[in-house]
Nanobody, 125 residues
Framework: QVQLVESGGGLVQAGGSLRLSCVAS????????MGWFRQAPGKEREFVAA????????YYADSVQDRFTISRDNAKNTVYLQMNSLKPEDTAVYYC??????????????????WGQGTQVTVSS
């Protein structure tokens, strides 16, 4: 059974920080590249960041490069997203999932179609 449980969201002022966590079932997590996505109201879900199984490679959307850091703890089946210098445009529901390379080079998509409930991040100006 696929299980993804995101947490750590909240309300923060612009310039602030939050750390998101996602606990996944071993079936979803083990051996997979893991990633974070976000969906703002009225917009499609978009890729944010991804990390390889070993943690040796990370990938970021241009909009979050140098502000967000993705990491993982394989012993805990957990992936994290440290978000610094938050902006109002970062406001969205954040989701994690296993990822796979998308058709467009350098982009990523969810490796399976089940999603968790997400965690709301709201950044006030």
């Amino acid at each position: 059974q696929v299980q993804l449980v995101e947490s750590g969201g909240g309300l923060v002022q612009a310039g602030g920080s939050l750390r998101l966590s996602c606990v996944a079932s071993a079936r979803t997590f083990s051996g997979y590249v893991m990633g974070w996505f976000r969906q703002a109201p009225g917009k499609e879900r978009e890729f944010v960041a991804a990390i390889s199984w070993t943690g040796g490679s990370t990938y970021y959307a241009d909009s979050v490069q140098d502000r967000f850091t993705i990491s993982r703890d394989n012993a805990k089946n957990t992936v994290y997203l440290q978000m610094n210098s938050l902006k109002p445009e970062d406001t969205a529901v954040y989701y994690c999932n296993a990822v796979t390379p998308a058709t467009d080079p350098g982009t990523w998509e969810a490796a399976q179609g089940s999603w968790g409930q997400g965690t709301q991040v709201t950044v006030s100006s």
